[in-house]
């Protein structure tokens, strides 16, 4: 079975938890509130889905196209190749998955395709495109 699907939210990155000087650990808002809002998003278009094994998780991170790339670049993707780090983008996609409960843990996907790229300059804008492929059941 494969379920495919598109977050519309600018893709943010996992950070270091962050710690008070009381010893209280904590997540910065920014990721907090992402993590909230894909959440949501995930859960509104498939509220009853559990998967139980992910046979192939294919991730594509779309950001947001700086200034400078408007003219002389590509109008389609690029490449992106500066921060943030492609696997923490994982880690945020997979504690969404894993909010939502659509995935139980993220140990139970075998194998993983990702990459991140620049938006197309007249396209949708930043988002996450996302396609889950899961074990054929026999009967």
């Known amino acids: 079975m494969m379920i495919d699907?598109?977050?519309p939210l600018v893709p943010v990155?996992?950070?270091r938890p962050r710690v008070t000087r009381g010893g209280v650990t904590y997540y910065p808002k920014r990721y907090r509130d992402y993590k909230r809002d894909c959440t949501l998003c995930i859960k509104n278009n498939f509220p009853?889905?559990?998967i139980r094994d992910v046979?192939?998780?294919?991730?594509l991170f779309v950001l947001p196209r700086p200034k400078y790339m408007s003219r002389g670049y590509s109008p389609n993707l690029i490449p992106h190749t500066k921060r943030p780090d492609l696997?923490?983008?994982l880690k945020t996609l997979n504690d969404?998955?894993?909010g939502a409960g659509i995935l139980s843990n993220d140990c139970i996907i075998s194998d993983?395709?990702?990459s991140k790229r620049y938006a197309e300059r007249d396209g949708i804008g930043a988002r996450t495109e996302v396609k889950i492929q899961t074990y054929e059941v026999k009967k």
């Open 112 to 114: 993983i395709i990702a």
């Open 5 to 7: 699907f598109i977050i």
């Open 96 to 98: 969404c998955l894993e």
């Open 55 to 59: 046979k192939l998780l294919e991730c």
């Open 48 to 50: 009853s889905l559990v």
């Open 13 to 15: 990155p996992c950070p």
């Open 87 to 89: 696997d923490n983008l």
